[in-house]
């Protein structure tokens, strides 16, 4: 009897831990479910008959936006061709916006009716402006010039230049420039930081603009009634601010032209720009020229004139050339460069036995006799010629005065002073010359006045 109660007892506990392991399995995996829902996971792990299924959480708009917009990414921009039309056509709506931002750079933007842009970092066209400013070769090459502030830009527009850029920081400094000469030229809007960067000026204006490089023969300059015959010739005036100065005062004097040699500084520097005060736009400049160039740009018959710094007016050629005993060359006077061109230069015959001339050829210096300033020089069209203060006058220039019966126009000095600034000396000249021709047509004028009232009578 114990034999058999064991054996049922036994029996049981076998059959009790198999329903228990089938009831726990279930019992566990259920709970092991209901975990799962309550940890939000990635992925609901089921019981072992169905470990291979997955269930995936439901998907909201959010989700489903983020995986059609990770389908456009990933077909080059393009929507997948499922899903509904709606979200398709949002799709493309959004990735379309996305690329503009990406691929434009430049913003347009108006003003007044004139459209302009706005610059982006790397512009190219910032990098050419910096190339008009600093290299001559460019600005040659290009027909290019560069101006800067709001006043020499109007003077610009006025004469009838043609403005290719204009560069500005904000719409206000552009409403200060003419609007209507600016239809065909390109705006751009930068940062005034940028512009600090880029300029010269301590205290730059905000606006900076690229011109075609202008042709006197086609500008309309200001009123020219003012002006009278007196041209000025800048020989080998290699400073910038001198030239520059040059230039105002010859605009101030009235003076009809303005005539430079191939030795002269480049007359768009930006540095002379600045000290000529927009002489540029208000008489003809004409660079680069040879003597043969210059002489087609003067009026026939017309007197040439040299500013001489370096004798006094008492003492004539013929003294200057018996007190010296060396031989005579131009770089021994100080009026003459030093380097005269070979081509033109005309010697003397000497004797080829005499020791005091051996050494060295005499040069045959132009005859042209000397003249204070204030004396009567300007009596009929006039061109007055100012050497550089480093090589002074060509020997081209002093051989023109000759041929043209002219003066070595003599500026007295206190003792002990070398000279005056080829700038101030041409200030001087040029105003003293004005008052002269002024006064000469007046007297012309009284002259003719009677004469005509007596044949009215």
Request: proline share 6%; glycine share 6%; aromatic share 6%.
């Amino acid at each position: 009897m114990a034999a058999y109660m064991r054996g049922v007892m036994c029996l049981f506990s076998v059959e009790r831990n198999v329903f228990l392991t089938q009831r726990s399995g279930v019992l566990v995996e259920s709970k092991r479910f209901v975990r799962g829902l309550r940890r939000k996971p990635v992925r609901v792990l089921f019981p072992e008959n169905e470990t291979s299924k997955v269930l995936k959480p439901p998907l909201s708009e959010q989700n489903v936006w983020r995986l059609k917009e990770a389908e456009v990414t990933s077909a080059g921009g393009h929507p997948s061709t499922g899903g509904h039309p709606e979200e398709t056509e949002s799709v493309k709506s959004r990735s379309n916006v996305q690329s503009s931002v990406k691929h434009v750079c430049v913003s347009k933007d108006q003003v007044d009716g004139l459209r302009f842009d706005r610059a982006f970092p790397g512009d190219k066209r910032l990098a050419r402006l910096v190339s008009v400013a600093r290299s001559r070769t460019f600005r040659e090459h290009q027909g290019k010039i560069l101006l800067e502030g709001r006043r020499l830009i109007c003077d610009a527009l006025d004469a009838g230049a043609n403005p290719q850029t204009v560069f500005f920081s904000t719409v206000d400094r552009l409403r200060e420039l003419p609007l209507d000469k600016l239809r065909r030229a390109s705006l751009v809007k930068v940062k005034f930081e940028d512009i600090k960067t880029w300029s010269e000026l301590v205290a730059p204006q905000g606006v900076i603009a690229i011109f075609s490089r202008p042709d006197p023969s086609r500008m309309n300059f200001a009123d020219r009634s003012h002006s009278v015959p007196l041209s000025l010739i800048c020989d080998n005036i290699r400073d910038p601010g001198n030239l520059g100065t040059m230039l105002r005062c010859a605009a101030a004097a009235g003076c009809h032209n303005v005539l430079l040699t191939k030795g002269c500084v480049d007359v768009w520097e930006p540095k002379v720009l600045r000290a000529a005060m927009g002489a540029h736009f208000r008489l003809p400049i004409h660079p680069s020229l040879t003597w043969d160039d210059i002489k087609s740009h003067l009026p026939k018959p017309v007197t040439v004139h040299v500013a001489d710094s370096s004798c006094e007016p008492h003492r004539s050629r013929e003294t200057e050339v018996i007190a010296s005993h060396k031989p005579s060359k131009a770089g021994d006077y100080g009026w003459v460069s030093s380097r005269p061109s070979r081509r033109n230069t005309r010697y003397e015959e000497y004797d080829s036995d005499s020791d005091a001339e051996s050494d060295d050829e005499r040069l045959s210096l132009p005859r042209v006799d000397t003249k204070l300033y204030h004396d009567s020089w300007a009596r009929s069209p006039t061109a007055l010629v100012i050497g550089g203060e480093t090589h002074g006058l060509s020997v081209e220039s002093v051989q023109l005065a000759e041929r043209t019966d002219g003066h070595r126009l003599f500026i007295p000095v206190a003792p002990d002073v070398d000279s005056l600034n080829s700038a101030m000396a041409a200030s001087i000249l040029l105003f003293e010359g004005r008052k002269q021709l002024l006064k000469l047509l007046q007297t012309s004028g009284k002259k003719r006045q009677p004469k005509a009232e007596r044949q009215v009578s």
